[in-house]
């Protein structure tokens, strides 16, 4: 992610804004320009100041003030590039099911910038493609729990996972370091794109060489994870203890690692982050974030800045009295993982199969107890 300016009054404008803050004017994301941009009313319609020569509306969530995305006016679909692949929303009579909804896609938005700007394919149902990306966004019921998870194209978020204190109370009774709407968006798309990139991408072989056999038992992993847990010496060869549950959880979490990376690291080039500690021995404690992440090539040097970032920022929250903002580390093994991760991303997303060649997999649908 990085900052905006308002056209209108040069006013720092951030990606969640729906208005500039000085000059008042409303502002909206343009995806295809990858810009926020303040805007006029031209009627029923309204001009970006970013691209005065066409006319936008805004996304039909925004009236529910669950999106800020603009639509081109001459768009049949009444909905933008990020609301278009959701498949349910919750019931929104309830104000508290309204108001969780609203922070699962102001998570939601924040994927989608990101997927977008990797050029990954992001088909809609309207597009035609055998399997959509699709989000069903749900409220639990006395009868039925409902489970965050994926399953053939289908992202299901629950909503209790937009309460704060019952997401930490929950990230707290599982020992997990860090559980957030976002990481459960970045997780569980990671394995949407195991099924694009990997299966039908033709790169099985070179996934398995990283991750281990993916055809064993799902269940049966899953049942023994939360019977033993995670081996004593997971942290030499996966980036978190619920990585080592299966190998589809391996690449989701490896996945989910990986978006962090790119978009934290946008943003300290969008501020010309530069760590330079004031210390005798400053070896793999330096960097310069002075180049676009989406933009570098070998993962060996997005991790050279990653890293110093990391001790960066986990030192500020420290002195906060917060807990550390990246509570990882990353062994030999997984950056081996994220580099495969990255050169999958890089290669642009092979052509898929057609329906009739797909072979269906085990759903991914997580207990309420899962770790992201």
């Known amino acids: 992610m990085k900052l905006f300016e308002c056209q209108n009054c040069g006013q720092v404008l951030f990606f969640e804004n729906t208005h500039c803050e000085q000059c008042r004017l409303s502002v909206g994301y343009m995806p295809e320009k990858q810009t926020m941009s303040a805007v006029q009313p031209d009627g029923a319609q309204w001009i970006a100041l970013a691209d005065p020569e066409n006319r936008y509306r805004f996304c039909a969530n925004w009236e529910l003030r669950a999106c800020n995305w603009l639509v081109e006016a001459s768009s049949q679909d009444p909905y933008c590039r990020a609301c278009a692949h959701n498949r349910t929303v919750p019931e929104l009579s309830d104000p508290a099911n309204t108001l969780r909804w609203q922070r699962i896609e102001e998570a939601k938005r924040r994927l989608m910038y990101t ?37 053939n194209g289908i992202i299901t978020i629950s909503l209790m996972e937009a309460d704060d204190a019952e997401r930490e109370k929950l990230r707290t009774h599982l020992h997990e370091p860090y559980r957030t709407l976002l ?95 004031r210390l005798k021995s400053t ?32 030192s500020l929250n420290r002195s906060m009295g917060q807990p550390d903002l990246y509570p990882f580390v990353l062994s030999p ?4 993982k994220l580099d495969f991760v ?22 991914i649908l997580k207990r309420m107890f899962s770790g992201n």
């Open 183 to 277: 990481g459960h968006f970045r997780h569980e798309v990671g394995h949407y794109y195991w099924d694009r990139l990997v299966r039908d991408g033709g790169r099985i072989e070179e996934f398995r060489k990283f991750f281990g056999d993916e055809t064993l038992d799902y269940n049966a992993a899953l049942q023994a994870h939360y019977q033993s847990g995670p081996p004593a010496n997971w942290q030499e060869n996966f980036v978190s203890a619920y990585a080592t549950m299966h190998p589809w959880e391996d690449f989701a979490e490896t996945w989910a690692h990986y978006l962090h990376i790119i978009d934290t690291l946008e943003m300290a080039h969008t501020f010309n982050l530069k760590i330079s500690p």
């Open 342 to 363: 990255h050169r999958l991303v890089r290669d642009a997303a092979p052509a898929v199969k057609s329906a009739n060649e797909r072979k269906p997999r085990q759903s």
């Open 115 to 151: 997927l977008l700007k990797l050029r990954l394919p992001v088909p809609t149902r309207a597009s035609g493609d055998p399997e959509p990306l699709l989000f069903d966004f749900l409220a639990s019921a006395p009868q039925a729990k409902i489970l965050t998870g994926h399953d």
């Open 333 to 336: 093994a997984a950056i081996g």
């Open 283 to 314: 070896e793999g404690l330096s960097a310069t974030a002075d180049r676009d992440p989406y933009t570098i090539e070998e993962m060996e040097t997005l991790l050279g800045e990653w890293i110093p970032v990391t001790f960066a920022v986990n």
